[in-house]
Antibody, heavy 119, light 111 residues
Framework: QVQLVQSGAEVKKPGASVKVSCKASGYTFTSYYMHWVRQAPGQGLEWMGIINPSGGSTSYAQKFQGRVTMTRDTSTSTVYMELSSLRSEDTAVYYC????????????WGQGTMVTVSS | QSALTQPASVSGSPGQSITISCTGTSSDVGGYNYVSWYQQHPGKAPKLMIYEVSNRPSGVSNRFSGSKSGNTASLTISGLQAEDEADYYCSSYTSSSTPRVFGTGTKVTVL
């Protein structure tokens, strides 16, 4: 079945970086854009950026420009999201979400990865 | 890019209908038919309920419907059931430098 499986929870110190992975299965990896969305505790959803797994092109939310890098490995059908210069406000659950074919919507979501930033 | 505006909470009794609004601008909701809606139960990932304003993915109950008028999109849940109690988020494509935006979220309570 179609699924996205993310890496496990992380605890990081302020100023460090974190890299979250999202492994896709059950569909042609390079045919669907992938987005990253985060959700701080008790807060709403926040869009972070998009990667085209086919060519690797990316577009990031202005808020995260310069701090976020999204990459992919087509050999393992995995996308990665790296966030640097972490601060306490980056404590959140990070989700990868597939953009449906010819849909401007997120039809499949990963289970989420909790990232905690604390000294 | 500011978040789209949703009411913080909406409630209804079992069997009733409720409507959640999602207000944006002509640069997002009003300018494109790319509004989607997501249901999120506590501790779970969001689930796509409506895409492109009014289309339901396979497997989503026909009790859920979407519409749009001007800069405001709406999600209606008819025949409210206990399992519909969750948070709901709208999302839209935008013409800004941040091309996707979510709504502020609405907590639906079944009385």
């Amino acid at each position: 079945q179609v699924q996205l499986v993310q890496s496990g929870a992380e605890v990081k110190k302020p100023g460090a970086s974190v890299k979250v992975s999202c492994k896709a299965s059950g569909y042609t990896f390079t045919s669907y854009y992938m987005h990253w969305v985060r959700q701080a505790p008790g807060q709403g959803l926040e869009w972070m950026g998009i990667i085209n797994p086919s060519g690797g092109s990316t577009s990031y939310a202005q808020k995260f420009q310069g701090r976020v890098t999204m990459t992919r490995d087509t050999s393992t059908s995995t996308v990665y999201m790296e966030l640097s210069s972490l601060r306490s406000e980056d404590t959140a659950v990070y989700y990868c979400a597939r953009e449906g074919y010819k849909l401007d919507a997120f039809d499949i979501w990963g289970q989420g990865t909790m990232v905690t930033v604390s000294s | 890019q500011s978040a789209l505006t949703q009411p913080a909470s909406v409630s209804g009794s079992p069997g009733q209908s409720i409507t959640i609004s999602c207000t944006g601008t002509s640069s997002d909701v009003g300018g494109y038919n790319y509004v989607s809606w997501y249901q999120q139960h506590p501790g779970k990932a969001p689930k796509l309920m409506i895409y492109e304003v009014s289309n339901r993915p396979s497997g989503v109950s026909n009790r859920f419907s979407g519409s749009k008028s001007g800069n405001t999109a709406s999600l209606t849940i008819s025949g409210l059931q206990a399992e519909d109690e969750a948070d709901y988020y709208c999302s839209s494509y935008t013409s800004s430098s941040t091309p996707r935006v979510f709504g502020t979220g609405t907590k639906v309570t079944v009385l």
